[in-house]
């Protein structure tokens, strides 16, 4: 079995760890400016119209099928929706 986690907890994981990529990334880069190209890279590919949104979407479906197929299950029980 999967574990499924709040999609909150998850961005607030996602959240943490580019905050150290780019804590990490502006000790290494001296100039300003290269470090803003990459910070907005980083923040482009993870951020919410990145990765994030594709997380949400994934976990959307997901959990659109797990209802497809216990709705399947409980109608096969004679199961009543409440």
């Given at each position: 079995?999967?574990?499924?986690?709040?999609?909150?907890?998850?961005?607030?994981?996602?959240?943490?760890?580019?905050?150290?990529?780019?804590?990490?990334?502006?000790?290494?880069?001296?100039?300003?400016?290269?470090?803003?190209?990459?910070?907005?890279?980083l923040l482009d590919e993870l951020g919410?119209?990145?990765?994030?949104?594709?997380?949400?979407?994934?976990?959307?479906?997901?959990?659109?099928?797990?209802?497809?197929?216990?709705?399947?299950h409980t109608q096969e029980r004679g199961?009543?929706?409440?």
């Open positions: 079995m999967v574990a499924v986690f709040p999609l909150p907890m998850l961005i607030a994981k996602l959240n943490a760890r580019k905050n150290r990529l780019l804590l990490v990334l502006q000790a290494s880069i001296s100039q300003q400016h290269q470090y803003e190209a990459v910070r907005k890279i919410r119209d990145g990765f994030e949104k594709e997380l949400e979407e994934a976990l959307q479906h997901t959990e659109r099928q797990g209802k497809e197929r216990a709705g399947i199961c009543q929706n409440e």
